[in-house]
């Protein structure tokens, strides 16, 4: 039908179609290659908001575990911001969204597992770059509190304590429910003895 029929509403049917069988066999990287060809010849379809929204979900359904090369993942970020800014109405809009912060998370969480590994091998300073990076990056994330403490222990073991205070303090003001709460008020108590 696609090959016979290269424009008009048969195509533009077709054609979805088409990628969502794709997707539908987890061929995902042909199922973008098809979402694509849908965007570029019938830009005003009306399958445009879906098939941009699948490609979001083509990524997302590639990426792999936290710990391996995050490329997907970006470009599922990627592509869900995108889709909700180029259709703020869509009704896949909150989906979306929560995709997103799913991405988001895990990134957080491949910066968090670094940094503390670094600490665990003692390397504070490098332990300090992964943290500060989650904590510019990914501050509305399920990570943020666990790298603000371990933050603060970087600095506590440099021997950096007004910036270890200054670390503990910030977790008890932005996150006052964090389970980290009564360790860092007992690394601030020690602190204050020393």
């Known amino acids: 039908l696609v090959l016979n029929n290269p424009t008009g509403e048969v195509f533009e049917t077709a054609q979805f179609y088409l990628a969502e069988c794709h997707y539908g066999l987890k061929e995902y990287i042909e199922a973008i290659a098809e979402y694509e060809k849908l965007m570029k010849s019938m830009p005003q379809s009306a399958f445009v908001d879906d098939a941009y929204y699948k490609i979001g979900m083509c990524y997302f359904k590639l990426s792999p575990h936290y710990a391996l090369d995050q490329e997907y993942t970006r470009k599922a970020m990627a592509q869900f911001q995108g889709f909700i800014e180029e259709f703020p109405d869509s009704e896949l809009r909150?989906?979306?969204?929560?995709?997103l912060q799913e991405c988001r998370n895990k990134l957080a969480k491949k910066e968090f597992k670094t940094g503390e590994l670094y600490y665990k091998m003692g390397y504070y300073k490098a332990a300090l770059m992964c943290f500060n990076q989650l904590l510019e990056e990914y501050h509305d994330t399920d990570y943020a509190d666990d790298g603000l403490f371990w933050k603060g222990e970087a600095h506590r073991k440099?021997?950096?304590?007004?910036?270890?205070?200054?670390?503990?303090?910030s977790l008890l003001a932005r996150y006052p429910t964090s389970p980290y709460k009564s360790k860092a008020d007992a690394r601030l108590a020690a602190l204050y003895k020393k």
């Open 94 to 99: 909150p989906e979306a969204e929560k995709k």
């Open 158 to 169: 440099l021997g950096e304590i007004e910036s270890a205070e200054l670390t503990y303090r």
